[in-house]
């Protein structure tokens, strides 16, 4: 039976980057599913600023 050596100096960097990938793909798909809804109310004050001037 092979036994490997106990390392665990790139368990916590694999999980950083796990959470890290994990929150990318979170904003991602919020900005995808907001986006045109934020980029709407931008547009509307631009509207409401290019009237009032």
Known sequence: MHRFPHNDEGQ???EYALILVLVAV???VIL???GPA????F???IDSLN???
């Open 12 to 14: 916590g960097l694999v």
């Open 26 to 28: 979170v904003v991602i």
């Open 32 to 34: 995808a599913l907001l």
């Open 38 to 41: 934020i980029g709407n109310i």
């Open 43 to 45: 547009s509307n004050i």
């Open 51 to 53: 009237t009032a001037a």
